[in-house]
């Protein structure tokens, strides 16, 4: 499998350290609020890759935060704890506002298909973990104590920067404007591992530490969780490409002084989803959700499979209208899955072996989703009987996640009950999709008929051609299509 290491700036063979498992980890939300469907794609696409590796036979072992303590308003260390503001926001403590976050972003998840990692584990689990990091960087050198805060010292470093092909834009991602300069600081890129003072005093969550009670920066508690459950060696880190820096680039920092070696071998970024404002963000412009998008009509699956249809690392723009065609694709596309016929059986294993290496060559080719999905479409074209292309979509679906099984299924239990309440006369489209209001309307033209009401059947007819559909009259029925 090839993929593209943000590290290196290059497309490697990806080889995992170990022979008995691939060590992933993946960067958590901050529960101070909803994720938005912008933090979402950056999941979306990192389930596929944990499926794709699973798919290829790796054994894997993924981990994830939950950064409920630590997370400044900005990304520089400064400003006050994200997760306080949420707390104050809502009139809640900060542990109740974690809870509450982190159920709803497990529930996105789950409407979104995306896996629960192996393990999940909140900051505020594993202060003993930063202690002891933070405690050698002290004793080598590489931290030093200043107004109160424990800071890395990025001097201490023969190179920083590791990931500096991103744009200008990137790279400040993390510096606001009006932000006060931090005198403390021995070098404008050291960041704080510990705060005992802040100018926001009320923190709620604090703990002892060898410099003071207080609480751990918001990178420390990665790098520490990462080591807690998978050593001191990573296979593959993800993120949002805004965390790449600084969080990540100071995460590799202090882990690789703490560690005296190498860390993490691949670093997978997402591009970020962007509406026509720019980013999608939590602290401002268009702020969607996973519930705003139901309680719009769409199904959370249409979301994914709008995601799946680019590559993870361009951004994408939102806007309804692409939602719109990725709902409508994706209900054509589960109604043709309907229209297979399962008992039209036996599988045949060459043509399902000569389909599955087509999906194969799309993951390999730096997870091109939008390849992998077009790989569906072409098992329709496939010269093989329906129950060997159920076999493969169904296969191709385990990393894809878009149930177009029981999709199909469902496609294919509504046709039946559409025919069974005209009585004899069945309404199908060409394309397998459902549209309720053409098959109405062809329900009431042949009432007509029947009615021997020739007049108001051709105008109905006529009225279906004026908006663009086709209506054919077959055996028992009539079947439409769009022109
Ligand atoms: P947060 O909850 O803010 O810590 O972010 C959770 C994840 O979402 C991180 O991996 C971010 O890099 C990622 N992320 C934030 N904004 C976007 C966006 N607009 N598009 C894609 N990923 C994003
Ligand atoms: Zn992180």
Redesign the pocket.
């Known amino acids: 499998m090839k993929l593209y290491n943000s590290a290196t700036r290059k497309r490697e063979d990806f080889v995992p350290n170990h022979p008995d498992i691939v060590k992933m980890y993946t ?4 529960v101070y609020h909803y ?2 469907i ?2 979402l ?3 979306i696409m990192e389930d596929v890759l944990e499926k794709a590796l699973r798919y290829e036979g790796y054994p894997v072992k993924r981990v994830m935060n939950i ?1 409920d303590v630590g ?1 400044l308003t900005s990304d520089a260390d400064e400003g006050e704890d994200k997760m306080l503001k949420g707390a104050r926001r809502e009139h809640k403590s900060v542990m109740e506002i974690a809870k509450f976050y982190t159920d709803a972003f497990f529930s996105d998840c789950a409407k979104l298909n995306i896996k629960t990692p192996d393990v999940v584990e909140p900051a505020t689990n594993c202060i003993d973990e930063y202690i002891k990091i933070i405690s050698k960087l002290m004793d080598t050198g590489y931290a030093y104590f200043a107004g109160g805060n424990v800071y890395f010292d990025t001097s201490k470093l023969e190179r920083y920067y590791i990931f500096n092909d991103f744009s200008a834009e990137d790279l400040d991602v993390g510096v606001r404007e009006g932000v006060e300069e931090d005198l403390n600081k021995r070098n404008k890129n050291d960041f704080v591992l510990w705060f005992t003072k802040s100018k926001f005093e009320d923190q709620a969550l604090k703990w002892d530490s060898p410099w003071g009670v207080g609480y751990p920066g918001w990178h420390i508690e990665c790098s520490g969780i990462s080591m807690k459950h998978l050593g001191e060696d990573l296979d593959i880190h ?6 790449a820096f600084p969080h990540h680039t100071n995460e590799i920092a202090q882990s690789e002084s703490y560690l005296g070696h190498k860390w993490c071998n691949l670093w997978f970024h ?5 509406t026509s404002s720019g ?4 602290s401002s412009g268009e702020f969607l959700t996973v519930s705003l998008l139901e309680q719009k009509g769409y199904d959370p699956l249409a979301y994914r499979f709008f995601c799946l249809q680019s590559h993870y690392r361009k951004s994408l723009v939102f806007t309804w209208e692409n939602l719109d065609n990725a709902q409508l694709a994706y209900n054509k596309l589960t109604a043709r899955v309907g229209a297979l016929k399962p008992e039209d059986g036996p599988v045949d294993e060459a043509a399902l072996a000569a389909m599955k290496e087509r999906f194969l060559n799309a993951l390999d080719n730096d997870l091109n989703s939008s390849l992998a999905v077009t790989a569906v479409y072409d098992v329709f074209k496939a010269k093989t009987n329906d129950a060997t292309k159920l076999a493969a979509i169904g296969d191709f679906d385990r990393v894809l996640s878009l149930d177009l099984i029981a999709r199909g299924e469902q496609k294919r239990q509504e046709l039946k009950r559409q025919a069974v309440t005209a009585g004899q006369f069945t309404v199908v489209s060409e394309s397998g999709e459902s549209d309720p209001e053409v098959e109405a309307k062809i329900l009431a033209r042949q009432e007509a008929k029947k009615a021997k009401n020739f007049a108001e059947a051709d105008r109905i007819r006529d009225e279906l051609k004026a908006a663009g559909i086709e209506v054919t009259d077959i055996p028992h029925g009539a079947k439409w299509k769009r022109i």
């Open positions: 960067c958590g939300p901050t994720a938005h912008g933090n794609r950056s999941y950064t997370h993800c993120g949002g490409v805004d965390n997402v591009a970020h989803l962007n980013k999608m963000s939590k």
